[in-house]
């Protein structure tokens, strides 16, 4: 039933050209950069609210043009390379977080699909489509890209010839070991309830109404895939990485200039999409029939994307061997008694 | 023409930094240019069509191989160049060349009887339309390939329980806290 | 009392509270009560509520403790010690000091330099009067020792410059003419705070 809704999406919309994936590449650069600076403001001003400050107020109206104002530094600062740093990778370490964070959202719908009125030259009549590349085996894709991502923070580390550098990098390793498992497990019993690795079949799954969603039959699931996409972005309970209390910068100690600020963009970007992936396959995803599906989600990552700066707010963060110990012997037997009930209630 | 372009220039690109790994005598450059390899290599999956294989080629190599090669880098400087103990390279360079030689051969051999009878390729397993990836592979894995699967299975519970009683020797003893250091800084209250 | 607790000069641990927090857990059955316990009571979410409720209070509210410090200062206290005034008789609008050279005796610092002479009627007058800021270390002796009030600590306390030398003339420190109705009587050093009776605590008798 499922390949004939897949065919019949398929059959509906018109020819996806190389062209229009090329804009809806651009596209997708653009404006997640964009969200990703103004994530950075939008982050420092509900800080700033929970501990009952103002943050940036100063450059534009309500400080909204601080995110020129950090773009403009960044840009213009000098870009340092420390002297017994291995130069080649350092340089290219930063590249690595920030692209694979773009690659990850190329099999992630993002925005609506569109065609190009005619009347523009060029362009006219490309049609746009939601996913830059629709894989059905999506959300693997993410997740395994997501992972290749974490090769920017240790290479970094190691490269650096710093000590604080090395630790950032160990340490990335010890998150890396830690989450990934649990990641991989939790948002396994979706999959086998939907029966299928395509974000579209699983916006399709939970089209009939809020009590569909899958949140309600997997709160297990979902939790654990939250805890470990906290991790899986280094935001705060598991900041170990970069963690300034304790390992001064941690991976990006010697960074400067934009090649710190594309590990920014490279985490906020994996911010948006653990936001995505966590709405589309636990809170019913686009509503495709009606005009504002693109409404709900759009909130309902600015949920997530809310929750993240929130917890910040309010929770300490962990040491790394607590990490290990809460993702290898609390989350991950969770997770596959989890599976186990869900295999067992679907073949009763 | 899309696929030729992909299939040329990620050919160049995985024999060159495959190159690099073995070539370079600095372990950061040998570890990175492999795992750019790894993930390159699943470039060819994705121009086949087996986007499964594909992506779990970055799963399984990129990430959590690639996890166990980076503990063992923190035991080396990674800023510094290792210097190799090399007693004959004339015998590492004709093994070397001898194999690669082989190699190449076996795949001419093969190729050659390919365009004498080109209708003979055939997928032992053809991928069945309108069904996705994953469910071709599980097909074929939970069928034909069920001993060999379940044998691997097994093969990896024997490593993980052998891993676990290396570790659990000392399971006791904790690095994080030490018993002995409570005593000794042990403040005195004093008894109201 | 005993010689021992007399001898307990540590005066403050006395208001100590002590919390109940239990006794750590030592068997697994016990650690894993206590990880259940703490994930079902939801004390993680007693966090979240808080940094809501202040969020809730700086939007609507707007309880909010940032001083947006060029624009508006913190009131500082009557007794702090900063850049001098010199200030001037209310009734006549002549200036205080009588040249006495009082300040300038007692400055430890070095930092006041003085001059006077006889005017026309033989009264003494201050030709010369300049403080370096460079060395000033702001101890209050010239305020205290001023048999007039005319030198006193002043609230301006952003002294910051290019030079560490900074030279302040009289003619810069004494009250404008026009705002002599502004000019504040002097409480400050050796005054008492204006949050005096909190501050008052009985001594303790092992002192």
Redesign the interface.
Known sequence: ME?TL??HIVTDLPQVT?LGIIIKAIIILAVISAIAGFGTYIERK?LA??????GP?HVGPFGLLQIAADGIKLFTKEDIIPQ???K??FM?APIITAATAFIALSSVPVFPDFTIPEFIPLLGGVFVPSIASD???GI??V???M??GL?GP??AG??Q?NKWG?IG??R??VQ??SY?VVT?LSILAPIMLVG???FVDFNNYQQEGVLSWMIWQQPVAFVLFLIAGFAETNRTPFDLLEHEAEVVSGYATEYSGMRWGMFFIGEYANMITISIIASIVFLGGYDSASMFGWLTIMLKIAFFFFLML??R???PHV?P?QLMWLCWK?LMPLALVNILITAIVMMV | M?ELIAFYLFSALIIGLFLVTVMSK?I??AM?SL?AGM?LISGFFFTLGA??L???Q??VY???I??LY??A??FFD??KDIKEKNTSSALVFLLGGMSALVLVLIFVGLNQANLAHPDAITALYPMTE?????QDVGMVLFTKYLVPFEVAAVMLLVAMIAGIILAGKKMDDS??EDLGADEEIMIVKDKK | MSLEQFKNRNVGIHTYKTLDVGTPPNTGMEKFTQ?VTRAVKGE?FV??W???R??I???VKG????V?YPFEKMPISPRYRAIHDMLRLLESGNYRCIGCGLCEKICISNCISMDTRYDEEQRKEVSEYTINFGRCIFCGYCAEVCPELAIVHGPRYENASEQRAGYSLFEDMLTPIDKLNLQQEYDGFGAVSPNADENITQTPLAY
Do not use: P
């Not at chain 1, 609210?49 to 103002?54: C, E």
């Not at chain 2, 309108?130 to 994953?134: D, E, M, P, S």
């Open positions: 390949t897949a065919q190389a509900v609210f929970m501990q009952r400050r103002l107020m017994n740093a291995n080649f990778i290219i894989l059905n085996i693997l894709f997740l395994g890209m992972a290749a090769y240790l290479l190691m490269s010839a090395i990098a160990a990335t390793a890396f070991l990934e991989g299928s690795l395509s929130w917890v707010a309010a929770w040491r061997d609390v | 899309y600095n950061l450059y990175t795992a993930v986007d499964f594909g992506v779990v970055l799963i990129v990430g959590a690639m996890a980076s503990f880098m923190m990674a800023t309108g069904v996705g990836n994953a690095l994080t | 990880v993680l966090g979240l808080v940094v809501m202040e969020m209070n700086t939007l309880d909010v403790h940032t947006k």
